[in-house]
């Protein structure tokens, strides 16, 4: 059960920066946006693996 709550409270978090970004580089040009979002992607799959990871660590 505290995997899940953990899971759910990071999707939420990671949800709530990405949505702030976009607020933030709507007001930029679409190619500094494009790079952002792109950015902004590959640190939130990182940020996921590396919770799963602490998660399987922690249940083991």
Known sequence: MKS???TTMATA???AAMGAA???VA???QRQMRKTMNKMTRGAE??????DHMITQYTR
Do not use: Q
Not at 46 to 51: I, Q, R, V
């Open 13 to 15: 978090a990671m949800g």
């Open 27 to 29: 007001t930029h040009d």
């Open 22 to 24: 976009a607020v933030y």
């Open 4 to 6: 899940t709550t953990m």
């Open 46 to 51: 990182k940020a996921l693996k590396e919770l």
